[in-house]
């Protein structure tokens, strides 16, 4: 009885803590990129071209 009273307490922590990271992730996420210093640094940082595949970074590929 005491065993799984334990068990659903660690459970019930483990999916608070979850949303609990969740929420605070997409706070700082949503406060960095409206913020002055995040506009600016988006606005001065160069776009960086996606590479398809890993081939596309071989040596002989690079120019």
């Given at each position: 009885?005491?065993?799984?009273?334990?068990?659903?307490?660690?459970?019930?922590?483990?999916?608070?803590?979850?949303?609990?990271?969740?929420?605070?992730?997409?706070?700082?996420?949503?406060?960095?990129?409206?913020?002055?210093?995040?506009?600016?640094?988006?606005d001065?940082?160069?776009?960086?071209?996606?590479?398809?595949?890993?081939?596309?970074?071989?040596?002989?590929?690079?120019?």
């Amino acid at each position: 009885m005491i065993f799984s009273s334990v068990l659903f307490s660690i459970i019930t922590w483990a999916i608070g803590l979850y949303i609990l990271y969740f929420i605070i992730t997409a706070a700082v996420k949503n406060g960095i990129n409206q913020s002055v210093i995040g506009r600016s640094f988006e606005d001065k940082s160069e776009p960086v071209p996606e590479k398809k595949s890993f081939l596309d970074s071989d040596l002989d590929n690079d120019k």
